[in-house]
């Protein structure tokens, strides 16, 4: 199951674990708090639907396969509308591969090291190309 290291800042302060399953035609996803990330003095929730607990956070995309991703991770993925800009950069030699897509747009921080991390194992190119 291909997974992302979910981590904050330059010093990449681990938050969790995004871990990705594909059966072809359903897609999902879990999200973990890492434990050293939940006593951490500063520790924040991801957002409100991912409390400070250690237990894991399940979506699935079944109708809507922008669904495998929850919560912050739908938030930060493009719409359809940024997937089709992307698909046309791509197309016109613009930009190459996932990671390029967020070096040309200037995309940093956490998120953008967790989508990179699982495009590089191929994770979550399939929930993001729908």
Request: avoid cysteine; aromatic fraction near 10%.
């Amino acid at each position: 199951m291909p997974e992302a290291l979910v981590a904050l800042g330059e010093q990449k302060i681990e938050i969790g674990r995004l871990l990705f399953e594909s059966d072809g035609r359903r897609q999902h996803s879990t999200f973990i708090y890492a434990e050293s990330w939940l006593r951490h003095p500063q520790a924040f929730a991801l957002s409100p639907g991912f409390p400070l607990t250690p237990v894991p956070f399940h979506a699935s995309g079944q109708s809507d396969m922008r669904d495998a991703l929850g919560g912050p991770f739908a938030d930060a993925a493009p719409d359809s509308w940024g997937r089709r800009l992307m698909a046309r950069e791509l197309a016109e030699g613009i930009s190459t591969g996932w990671r390029g897509r967020f070096q040309a747009e200037g995309i940093t921080g956490a998120m953008a090291q967790a989508y990179m991390e699982a495009f590089e194992h191929g994770g979550m190119e399939a929930a993001l190309s729908l």
